[in-house]
């Protein structure tokens, strides 16, 4: 076998693309691989699929392939351009890289799975590319797996479930995304920059009117302006606050009040009290089933010595149990039990709970109705923050809304070859 069958073979070349010419630099560890059309009296227009006479050619380009033989590998051509009736003179489609890229799909395609597996600098490391070149190929991954997901939806083929989550998620510093995951899925479905109103309304239609039209159920916080564009875009009946997000508010509620107490001992000049009270903030986050020895022991003198904090560990206690009431009939009168003992305990911040619960009760209590579970959407939540961890900030919002689709849209990120046949295998 000569060196151009060689390649032909190991580049996976079929008709009417052919190896004419191999360059080899051992001082450089480059091998320059140089291909043509074997059939440019007979060339296919890339716009309409119609076939015409040879144009001319392009000027010669260069694709960088994987490796071989641990020689960097070039594909050089010149491109011929087909004159097309309709379209005029046009470059034709290459077998090996899609439209615009300086890599062959098969590069393309490594790029993307280490991406996926290390971090971009060790990813650049291995494939001897620069990091630009791997976000670019990223990019151009997720935007090939948008376009994809967009045309299934328009043909009413999505694979979106009927369980949305309406997120917000911090991405630098007060910097805020609006995420909409899917929670059986566990997949972000789309996003949009900031956290307001008019954020969740664009990441919702985002979805298209076939995703909207089978929601049944979209699980957020008790954040106001996510409601709002819920019940605009999707309507009130399908909202259910879980109840991570109930038990968060409470708990926040009662650390408010820990604070508060802490400072009044403080400026009672009772420097004892004041250090209980402090060390005592994360035993009384934790329920009694996960309390042990010191931490048991810190909630005892809490409840026995703190008036406020002790009351709002209790009231903290007797509303996170809901969720494990039998049935919801059980969870709203329990609820609205809460929310007079939480009333009378006149601590402002479990007054403001009890009111922001009252408010929101149809659709607390339909989190239980709906038995939607947010495992899903908890580690995905979990997975965007490693993201972020990975990426080690991002500067501005598109790379960080990149980095999160590539890893966790559940997106089909890699290219194809047009056409019937694979021209490039592995
Ligand atoms: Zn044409």
Redesign the pocket.
């Known amino acids: 076998m000569d060196s151009t069958s060689f390649y032909a073979h190991i580049l996976g070349l079929n008709s009417p693309w052919l190896v004419s010419k191999v360059d080899l630099n051992t001082a450089l560890g480059e091998v320059r691989v140089h291909v043509r059309h074997a059939s440019e009296d007979a060339l296919t227009?890339p716009?309409?699929g119609?076939g015409g006479p040879l144009h001319d050619h392009a000027p010669e380009r260069t694709w960088r392939h994987l490796d071989i033989c641990q020689f960097q590998t070039l594909l050089v051509c010149s491109v011929p351009r087909v004159l097309?009736p309709?379209?005029g003179a046009?470059q034709v489609s290459v077998a090996w890289a899609e439209a615009k890229s300086r890599f062959t799909l098969l590069f393309e395609a490594l790029a993307i799975d280490l991406q996926l597996h290390c971090a971009r600098r060790r990813a650049a490391e291995i494939m001897g590319v620069s990091e630009d070149s791997l976000a670019s190929i990223a990019r151009r991954a997720v935007d090939r797996g948008l376009a994809r997901k967009a045309k299934e939806r328009e043909e009413g083929e999505t694979l979106t479930s009927s369980h949305l989550t309406l997120d917000e998620k911090y991405w630098r510093g007060r910097h805020c995304a609006t995420v909409v995951g899917d929670a059986l899925r566990g997949v972000v479905e789309e996003m949009a920059e900031g956290n307001s109103t008019a954020s969740a309304q664009s990441a919702l239609k985002a979805l298209g009117k076939v995703v909207l039209a089978k929601v049944e159920s979209i699980t957020m916080d008790l954040h106001g302006p996510f409601a709002t564009a819920a019940r605009r875009e999707i309507g009130e009946s399908k909202i259910v606050y879980d109840t991570f997000h109930v038990v968060k508010l409470v708990n926040d509620a009662m650390e408010t009040v820990r604070r508060g107490e802490v400072n009044y001992y403080l400026s009672m000049k009772d420097k004892e009290g004041a250090k209980i009270l402090k060390s005592a903030r994360f035993s009384i986050l934790r329920s009694p089933a996960n309390q042990r020895g010191r931490s048991k022991e810190a909630v005892a003198n809490v409840c026995d010595w703190f008036y406020q904090t002790g009351e709002a560990y209790k009231l903290k206690e007797l509303l996170r149990i809901y969720h494990e009431l039998p049935d919801a009939a059980s969870v709203r009168k329990h609820l609205l039990g809460w929310i007079e003992e939480a009333k009378k305990s006149t601590l402002a911040p479990m007054v403001k709970v009890s009111k922001t619960i009252a408010k929101h009760l149809v659709g607390i209590v339909r989190s239980i109705e709906m038995r939607v579970t947010n495992a899903a959407a908890e580690s995905l939540n979990a997975r965007i923050q490693a993201v972020r961890v990975k990426a080690r900030g991002h500067r501005h919002y598109e790379a960080f809304r990149t980095s999160v689709l590539f890893h966790l849209g559940g997106l089909d990120l890699y290219p194809r070859p047009r056409g019937e046949s694979c021209p490039v295998s592995a």
Do not use: G, N, S, T
Request: glycine fraction near 0%; charged fraction near 40%; hydrophobic fraction near 10%.
């Open positions: 227009c716009e309409c119609l097309c309709d379209h046009r």
